[in-house]
């Protein structure tokens, strides 16, 4: 089965650019790569998705180089409303609902 | 407002005694799952339903059962539940048929077996 590994966890302050990169060595083909904040108590909320190259939203970026084996989320100028934990998803088959999330990134965000 | 709800919010039980988590959505999904997340282990997907009638394991299957006879519901089923059941419950739904994965997840339920 396909796997994603994150950092465990990353500090940073208020109006800095955070970078957090999930290695998926196994993801599908023809599969996005996704990205969820999930803040405590709550369901994980999706960020972004993308397939290659760069993806842009109004939230965040999400970089993701040719060999698709990693990929880079993007949180340009974030505030302590960020701190939340970031997990990474694929599948490792396309087409099926078997997801893989890994255990996720928990950013914390200081003043 | 598109939404997956789930019931009960918190449940406290004992072991051996039968319970129900139910999930609904009303997005008309085809597909619809159920994860637990534990500390430091995140979240491990438990059933997942393709459609009505179609259901198949995920990571972590042994104890739980699943129904799906209705497109919007998908209840999760402890038969005899025990402390090592003791969670945080999510159940999410996506449109099929495409390569996307955004998922819709409901509040949680969580459950301590004693």
């Known amino acids: 089965l396909a796997k994603t590994t994150q950092p465990i966890s990353m500090d940073s302050y208020e109006g800095q650019e955070v970078n957090i990169t999930c290695s998926h060595n196994?993801?599908?083909?023809?599969?996005?790569i996704t990205w969820y904040q999930q803040f405590p108590s709550q369901g994980p909320r999706f960020i972004i998705q993308?397939?290659?190259t760069k993806v842009t939203n109004e939230v965040a970026s999400l970089f993701i180089p040719a060999d698709r084996k990693s990929s880079t989320l993007s949180l340009p100028r974030v505030s302590l409303s960020d701190t939340a934990v970031y997990y990474c998803?694929?599948?490792?088959?396309?087409?099926?609902?078997?997801?893989?999330f890994g255990t996720g990134t928990r950013l914390k965000v200081l003043a | 407002e598109a939404q997956v709800t789930q019931n009960p919010r918190y449940l406290i039980t004992v072991t051996g005694k039968k319970l129900t988590v139910t999930c609904s959505q009303n997005?008309?999904?085809?597909?619809m799952s159920w994860y637990r997340q534990d500390p430091g282990l995140g979240l491990r997907q438990i059933y997942y339903?393709?459609?009505?009638?179609?259901?198949d394991k995920g990571d972590v299957p042994e104890g739980y059962k699943v129904s799906r006879k209705e497109k919007r519901n998908f209840p999760l089923i402890l038969e005899s539940p025990s402390p090592n059941q003791t969670s945080l419950y999510f159940c999410?739904?996506?449109?099929?048929?495409?390569?996307?994965?955004?998922?819709?997840f409901g509040p949680g339920t969580r459950l301590t077996v004693l």
């Open positions: 999410a739904s996506v449109q099929a048929g495409t390569d996307h994965n955004e998922q819709f």
């Open positions: 997005m008309n999904h085809e597909y």
């Open positions: 998803l694929g599948r490792p088959t396309s087409g099926t609902y078997k997801y893989i």
């Open positions: 339903s393709m459609n009505v009638e179609v259901t």
């Open positions: 993308g397939y290659k």
């Open positions: 196994n993801i599908a083909t023809n599969d996005y």
